[in-house]
């Protein structure tokens, strides 16, 4: 296996397969076969088998997949076979939602810094973390090599902060705000757009 | 053009060339080309025209596009060249923090009712709109003929709720919930899953 090789579009189906098997997983199901994994999320068998075996050998013809053992390949493939520090910048609502959201359970993060440039926030805590200036967002993020950070700032905002993340060492930039960020190659950008995806929808209606 | 025939994954990236449009438009931007779009979204100039010309002839060689046509055009495609009324069911703090989102205006959205089935919430107040019980939902969004919901509430109670969506009329469900939802095959469903964003980022990391 050559990661280099991957295609990003496979890449981004892992995390759906690891999804629906943690899910089978829960209801105590210990085989699936890309069949039943296809009907749970929507996407063909053909395609299920075609994008796991880029990474090797991993079904039975007859037998299926062993739900644990795809899981924890999966989770080494991601790299999310660790828990990753993520934070928060932001804290008005989808922020506060964010650091609350119990979603990040055994998927491989936990919220454990929160920033925002409110004074009346500073302080503050939810979910058990201290709210900090953004103003000691760099050194912080640095002295505890924190590589993931979602961004909960307004848009008008939104590119001063990355640049601020990108300086901090960051790597990865869950963005939150319906703007495009500017950043270096080496850093990566995904959106949370709620209104693109009512958008893919609404072509359908 | 044929709707029938357009790929889902070019009407995926129609809501991403619209959210980079509009921000154009707010900067007094009159005219762009597919170079600009590529480098603001990061999808090849290339991809773009091919997505585009798919429903028609809208950019001129040497000019490229006019970003207020071409908007507008996007924006009929994807049928957002009116308001549609949208339900949010789950009023955690998700929910509370869609209820109070500013990101939908603009974009074809507005969020008209909102749904919980805990006591404590129902009847309370968010962002001028009341919470109303699950157990009149089906009626409220009949009587209203809604399409589409935002669904916040646990994972554990997502199925259910989406079989009341189903029943009220509901064809477009945003699932926050990290799970497959089992609906009848003339009701899309889009995931919002930040972990799922991050592990495809992690990846790379």
Redesign the interface.
């Known amino acids: 296996m050559n990661?280099e090789k991957i295609p990003d579009i496979i890449?981004?189906r892992?995390?759906?397969y690891?999804?629906?098997l943690q899910?089978l997983a829960e209801k105590g199901v210990h085989n699936t076969s890309s069949q039943e994994l296809g009907e749970?999320?929507?996407i063909s068998a053909a395609q299920i088998r075609k994008d796991i075996s880029q990474f090797g050998e991993f079904g039975k013809q007859g037998t299926g997949y062993s739900v644990p053992f795809l899981i924890e390949r999966l989770q080494d493939?991601?790299?999310?076979n660790r828990v990753?520090d993520?934070i928060i910048v932001g804290m008005?609502?989808?922020g506060?939602?964010?650091a609350?959201?119990n979603?990040?359970v055994n998927?491989?993060?936990q919220v454990t810094m929160l920033f925002d440039n409110d004074p009346a926030k500073i302080g503050q805590k939810v979910n058990n973390l201290e709210i900090f200036s953004t103003d000691v967002l760099v050194e912080k993020v640095k002295q505890n090599k924190i590589?993931?950070a979602?961004l909960t700032v307004p848009a008008s905002a939104a590119q001063e902060v990355a640049d601020l993340l990108v300086k901090a060492g960051i790597?990865?930039i869950?963005n939150y705000a319906?703007?495009?960020l500017n950043v270096p190659k080496d850093v990566?950008v995904?959106?949370?757009?709620?209104?693109?995806?009512?958008?893919?929808?609404?072509?359908?209606?």
């Open positions: 990661a890449i981004g892992l995390p759906i690891l999804r629906a899910r749970m999320i929507g493939i991601l790299k999310v990753w993520v008005g609502d989808m506060h939602a964010l609350r959201y979603g990040f998927r491989g993060y590589k993931i979602m790597k990865a869950l319906p703007i495009h990566q995904q959106h949370i757009d709620p209104a693109a995806h009512l958008q893919r929808m609404t072509y359908y209606l």
